[in-house]
């Protein structure tokens, strides 16, 4: 067995959680309830996981905020998103500072507006420092974006492999990703961590996002306990 893959006896703890966060809107529109407030409720499902992580002790976990083809939605909505971001960072920074969260952010961030951005990169910074849970939050995120600018980096370095590939991606200090989970029923990827996904368990469930509960993410990670890997070998 190669150096790097995990023991396979005894329960798997996850040390990486990845989270599709889907069904805003079908949670607004079931409830006659306008779009951007399933966001808003969204939102408050981020919080709750969020802390939830921190106190199951993963330690990393990361959140597909918004894709690279998410700026195909109505321009309404795209700006709805962008001040929920700001508003969020504003109220639960101080709270996920003091906790010992390190904020980090995977994909082109830099094509948002000048403020998001600056309002970003201070929230980075300021919590660079700590060594709980990193929180990783997929911002204007595709996994075809970032495994074509990391190989652009490898190319610049020298000889392309997986291993050179792998440690220019936005993901490069993380640990493997272990367990993704995509909520609303929609079983596909929408171009989220394709590369990491590779030996990651996965785990569909119909939840919409907003009603997604930190029970949800403990039961989650009881059946990733459950879960036999084998990386190819037997
Ligand atoms: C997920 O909810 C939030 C983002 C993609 C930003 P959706 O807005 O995709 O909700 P549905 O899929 O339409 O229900
Ligand atoms: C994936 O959800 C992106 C995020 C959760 C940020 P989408 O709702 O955009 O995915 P598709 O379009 O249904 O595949
Ligand atoms: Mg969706």
Known sequence: MAKSEPAKSGPAV???VAIIMDGNGRW???RHLPRALGHQRGVEAVRRVVRGARELGLEALTLYAFSTENWRRPEEEVSDLMSLMKRFILSDLDEFAAAG???KIIGDYKAFKPDVVELVEGAVARTAANTGTTLAVALNYGSQDEIARAATKAAEKGPITPETIAAELDTADLPPLDLLIR????????NFLLWQAAYAEMLFTDVLWPDFSVDHLREALEEFANRERRYGGR
């Open 28 to 30: 607004a529109k079931k």
């Open 14 to 16: 996850a040390r990486h």
């Open 183 to 190: 909520t609303s029923g929609e079983v596909r990827l929408s």
């Open 101 to 103: 969260v390190r904020l």
